[in-house]
């Protein structure tokens, strides 16, 4: 388990990176926080001819509110997020999912640019970008261009980055006042990947759903927007009939795979079982 | 937890001694192999391996390889075949297992090459240029369809894929069967997983041409039987081949013993380069390719009466050992010979034992070798008897348990169970969980339609196995003949000596994987010698070379805490009677009249001169005049202990297969979540007689990991392959091992039954829960699922799979 031989860069700018990608025309890999990419470089799975180091670009760690977002550096490391004030105030969403994300140490590496970038469908970063109509700037030679989350996502591991972008900001949209939020996971263990997780966010006048959003991490090839189930809610309001028919009909929206940890079959089920989680747990936090 | 005490003249023994061995290992100063540069000038290895399953090999096309600056050599099957013999096997079927694939691979990461480089980079990269011709063929991964007549063989020169099979009669099983009241027959599966140390293996060798020696350094702990193994695969006599093992071994639990192959593969790579030659096996290296534990298909047929009691049973056994039968199997099945029977009175058994070879990686000991799947079978037999008969599971046990005053107790098959009280454990057990009390509680939950669920597990749990039992897998009268040459032991040895300062030397023929040998022999030293274990220093590394071994020597089957220990207690006794008898000289008086006592040789009764250790040991080392006639010079003794009570198999099959046999009750409620099928483990309660207990937090750490080693088997971890035997299960995303948050609480008590048969009382422990937990959890979720008729039968439980379980039976 050692890489093949490689090129290595660790420019300080962001211009330097995007130079450094231009000369080796699609042959290099940009190394965030490395908690993915190592690992296929070790069993040789990703042979670029080089690495380049986002690691040593100080203008691309930081965290703020700006036009009613939450905006982030890509190279925010996970650890940041799960203690920041501003993520727990104005996005929940995503300082819940932090705490799903993997183990302390890796978290402490991990980036929310480098996480959304490798587009691992059983991750929560991806799922939460996705409930939350999330947007990334993407900065490559014709300047920079804004994708939101749903065509960012292409399938395992793509998206629609080109090989000479680099994802440089995620912009979520701050969580409306009163609106609730919760991510319900199901793992094998503490810190896995997701056989299925539930981002969801809730509003509410009363009995009548203002706002619904569903996402789901291990359902498929990407996330994917659970949208008839959030229409469901906006239509039938937020009864436990509503809740449970907006369940049923997540399992339907989705069409997961098979594999060694759970069949087809349960993660189906799953994503019924853990959207009535998500949304009787984050309607106990809405008001309104 | 309760913490034994010591007996008398114990100061040291059975308190909670913090481990010397932490501050090094939790500051990243221990020698692991990897840390160690014993030569200069190492090369490095990679190892090209059979992406197929099963396949014959054409031909290699090495110039690429070989033409990569910075390799020195490529070694491939046909020099292995050329310049090295097959390992013997401990079966009479023709099976030749070699270091490396030869003719054909067998499974998938089997090694086929190994190219030898100035670094692993450079290795990894002409690895990746070695082109081996292969011609695929069909491969076969279970082992009931590998005893079908038209599955693929493996072994040409055997036949079949039936690499062995015994049928062993204890009693008169078939009588038991005909007079029994009720007959229950069950089949379980037993999944294949391993134990993942840390640490995975490690190996250098240096072959020197000049005086013929190969130095081998690994972290291999023993059993050093594989010593004159490896010799003679490698045509050496055994004092040409030196095996040093570093002082630190960061976990083996069994999976390190089968080191030996690379071992030999390494030493030939080095005798063919001519250089020092280090390899390092990776994880995926390790998943696909170093060893696991069996998976097993078995069949049980239980006999009894109404009341409960068991007349005897039937086993029928499929053991999967992989693409190669190789020793110490087939000890999947017949290591726990002497405690088949378990914690159980019956008298009247059959065991018909199969091992089998498909297309998957070799297996051998795993901790608890072989009692996970046994207790697994006997403990859910024992829960369905409950409930045939409508008994409480642990009142259905209480009414077979061997009984307190029949110990030493000779089992059917031939254990000798040295000490016990099990019926008091597994009331203690029953008092700690507060089994009533839960009992109420899954009324009240079942009430709520919730699926509340309490499991009960036993199991006698054997230590320091007699190697004689491997020969069970032979039949008797191949044993009987003239040319068979018996087996049995289980020795280890120790040096105590005492410096001209006072100050004391203990050095061992073991090497700990972390269970703190040396925090142990400082405070048994210390009680016998009167001092403190600070002033114990403590030698664990192994040199075949230097250190007092025999063929049963190592850290392996749990050891240390019963025979070590032993060797150490009668080394340093040996001592203390020097001492004696060199202060009567020097005093003189009679020996007898004078005692060893607090530090000093004192008169027994009286006032008189005394003479510390300190005082003798500065007198003795300056000068040897001071010595009486005759007492050989020095303050140094070897002991070297092995138990009389292990034999060779005898002509009905039975043997003691191990020296001491502990026991184990636990007790574990769980609930069922049922939605989503998660198992909560609400409450677990484990009870254990280990005899003496040296340092209770030591044996708490024991317990722990064997625990959730267990608990990797119920729930989370088996090596898993495709019909084509692709392993699906190579990195830690795939393969689950449980982790510190997976960890139940943990509730531990002990029963002190001291073994007669050790100086200190104690037994072997390191293996303890992994053999139970299996068990416990399996039946807890049984009987939480119990209104739906669904029984475990099969391991790992995940959620996926008992999800549709339960779904398959709310439909019916």
């Not at chain 1, 932090?98 to 490798?118: E, N, Q």
């Not at chain 2, 006599?237 to 030996?260: A, H, M, Q, T």
């Not at chain 2, 254990?415 to 008091?424: N, R, V």
Request: aromatic share 8%; net charge neutral.
């Amino acid at each position: 388990m050692k890489p093949p031989k490689f090129d290595y860069h660790a420019p300080t700018t962001v211009d330097e990176a995007l130079a450094l990608l231009g000369r080796y025309g699609g042959d290099a890999k940009l190394l965030a926080g490395g908690q993915s990419l190592m690992p296929l470089l070790n069993f040789r799975l990703s042979r670029p001819a080089a690495l380049v180091d986002l690691n040593r670009i100080p203008s691309l760690a930081w965290v703020r509110e700006a036009d009613g977002q939450v905006r982030f550096g890509a190279m925010t490391r996970q650890r940041t997020i799960e203690f920041s004030p501003v993520v727990k105030a104005r996005v929940p969403l995503l300082a819940e999912a932090t705490r799903w994300v993997a183990h302390l140490p890796i978290r402490t590496r991990g980036t929310i640019g480098g996480s959304i970038a490798h587009a691992d469908p059983s991750a929560e970063y991806p799922a939460v970008l996705t409930a939350l109509e999330g947007e990334v700037v993407a900065r490559g030679p014709r300047g920079e261009r804004v994708i939101g989350a749903k065509d960012l996502f292409k399938t395992y591991l793509t998206t629609s980055l080109e090989p000479d972008e680099i994802l440089v900001e995620v912009h979520l949209p701050a969580t409306p006042a009163g609106a609730g939020s919760a991510l319900e996971e199901f793992a094998r263990r503490q810190g896995d990947f997701a056989i299925v997780a539930i981002a969801c966010v809730v509003a509410r006048q009363g009995e009548r759903c203002t706002l619904a959003r569903l996402a789901t991490a291990g359902t498929g090839p990407v996330p994917l927007r659970l949208r008839a189930a959030e229409e469901i809610l906006e239509r039938d309001g937020l009864g436990a009939e509503a809740l449970d028919a907006a369940a049923r009909r997540a399992a339907e929206l989705v069409s997961p795979d098979a594999d060694i940890h759970a069949s087809a079959d349960y993660r189906r089920h799953l994503t019924g079982v853990l959207t009535r989680r998500a949304l009787t747990r984050a309607l106990g936090v809405a008001r309104g | 937890m309760t913490a034994p005490s010591g007996g008398a003249g114990q100061r040291w023994i059975g308190r909670s001694v913090r481990r010397v061995e932490d501050a090094r290992l939790l500051t990243g100063r221990g020698t692991y192999i990897d840390d160690h540069p014993p030569v200069g000038n190492l090369f490095h290895a990679a190892i090209v391996r059979s992406p197929h399953a099963h396949a014959r090999i054409l031909g290699y096309d090495l110039e690429a390889a070989r033409a990569l600056p910075g390799v020195v050599g490529v070694i491939t099957g046909a020099d292995v075949a050329r310049h090295s013999k097959p390992f013997s096997v401990g079966v009479t079927a023709p099976v030749h297992y070699y270091c490396a694939a030869t003719d054909k691979a067998r499974f998938v990461g089997e090694p086929v090459a190994v190219v030898v480089a100035r670094s692993r980079y450079v290795a990894e990269d002409a690895a990746e240029l070695v082109q081996v011709r292969y011609e695929p063929l069909p491969a076969v991964v279970d082992p009931e369809r590998a005893l079908e007549p038209d599955a693929p063989v493996l072994h040409e020169t055997v036949g079949t894929n039936l690499a062995n099979n015994r049928r062993l009669v204890y009693g008169d099983p078939d009588r038991a069967f005909r007079d029994a009241e009720v007959v229950l027959k069950e089949r379980f599966r037993f999944p294949k997983y391993g134990s993942t140390p840390i640490e995975t293996y490690g190996v250098i060798a240096r072959w020197d041409a000049l005086d013929g020696v190969c130095t081998v350094w690994s972290n291999f702990m023993g059993p050093f039987i594989m010593h004159p193994l490896t010799a003679r695969v490698l045509g050496l006599p055994e004092n040409r081949l030196r095996f040093i093992v570093p002082p630190d071994i960061g976990g083996s639990f069994g999976i390190k013993s089968l080191i030996y192959p690379y071992i030999a593969l390494v030493a030939l790579a080095s005798k063919l380069t001519g250089v020092a030659v280090k390899w390092i096996e990776d994880r995926r290296e390790h998943l696909l390719a170093s060893s696991t534990g069996t998976d097993r298909v078995a069949y049980r047929e239980l006999a009894a009466r109404k009341d409960g009691t068991v007349l005897g049973m039937r086993f029928k056994w499929l053991d999967n050992v992989g693409g190669y039968i190789r020793s110490p199997e087939p000890g999947c099945s017949f290591r726990p010979t002497g405690n088949f029977v378990g914690p159980y009175r019956f008298q009247h058994l059959e065991v018909d034992a199969s091992t089998v070879m498909t297309n998957k990686c070799l297996t051998g000991p795993n901790r608890g070798y072989a009692c996970g799947h046994l207790y697994f079978e006997t403990e859910g037999m024992m829960d369905r008897l409950a409930a045939t008969l409508g008994l409480d599971p642990v009142e259905v046990r209480r009414r077979n348990l061997i009984p307190a005053g029949a110990f030493p107790y000779r089992t059917p098959t031939g254990g000798l169970y040295d000490s016990g009280d099990y019926p008091a454990a597994l009331d203690k057990a029953v008092q700690l969980a507060r089994y009533d009390e839960l009992r109420r509680e899954q009324a009240r939950a079942r009430a709520a339609g919730r699926y509340f669920g309490v499991g009960v597990a036993l199991a006698v749990d054997p230590s320091v196995s007699n190697m004689g039992y491997v020969a069970t897998a032979l039949d008797p009268q191949f044993r009987a003949k003239p040319e068979y040459l018996p087996k049995s032991g289980a020795v280890d040895s120790a040096t105590v000596k005492v410096d001209p300062l006072g100050r004391v030397l203990a050095i061992l023929a073991t090497t700990p994987q972390g269970q703190g040998h040396q925090t142990i022999v400082a405070q048994i030293v210390a009680d016998e010698l009167g001092s403190v274990p600070e002033d114990v220093t403590v030698v664990d590394e192994m040199d075949t070379f230097t250190r007092v071994w025999s063929i049963s020597s190592g850290t392996y089957s749990s050891r240390f805490g019963s025979v070590g220990t032993s060797a150490v207690a009668l080394a340093a006794r040996k001592l203390k009677a020097k001492l004696v008898a060199y202060a009567a000289h020097l005093m003189d008086l009679p020996p007898d009249s004078l005692e060893f006592r607090d530090g000093a040789v004192r008169p027994k009764r009286g006032k008189g001169p005394s003479y510390s250790v300190k005082d003798l040991a500065g007198r003795a080392h300056w000068n040897t005049e001071s010595l009486p006639a005759g007492m050989e010079p020095g303050l140094q003794a070897t002991a070297v202990f092995g138990f009389d009570v292990a034999r060779a198999v005898d002509a009905e099959d039975r043997v003691n297969s191990s020296n001491t046999y502990g026991f184990i009750a636990e007790i574990m409620a769980v609930e069922v979540d049922p939605e989503t099928a998660a198992i909560r483990i609400l409450r677990y309660v484990t009870v254990h007689d280990a005899g003496t207990i040296i340092n209770p937090m030591i044996a708490e750490g024991q317990i722990y990991g064997g625990a959730l080693h267990g608990l990797g088997g119920a729930l989370y971890e088996e090596l898993q392959y495709d019909e084509d035997g692709q392993c699906l299960t190579a990195t830690f995303m795939d393969y689950l091992v449980p982790t510190a948050c997976e960890a139940p609480t943990i509730e531990i008590a002990h029963v002190v039954s001291p073994s007669p048969l050790t100086p200190l009382g104690s037994k072997g422990l390191g293996e303890s829960s992994s053999m139970t937990v299996p068990a416990v959890v399996a039946n807890a979720v049984s009987d939480a699922l119990a209104p739906l008729g669904i029984r475990i039968t099969e391991l790992p439980i995940t959620p996926s799979k008992l999800h549709a379980m339960i779904q398959k039976a709310r439909k019916t």
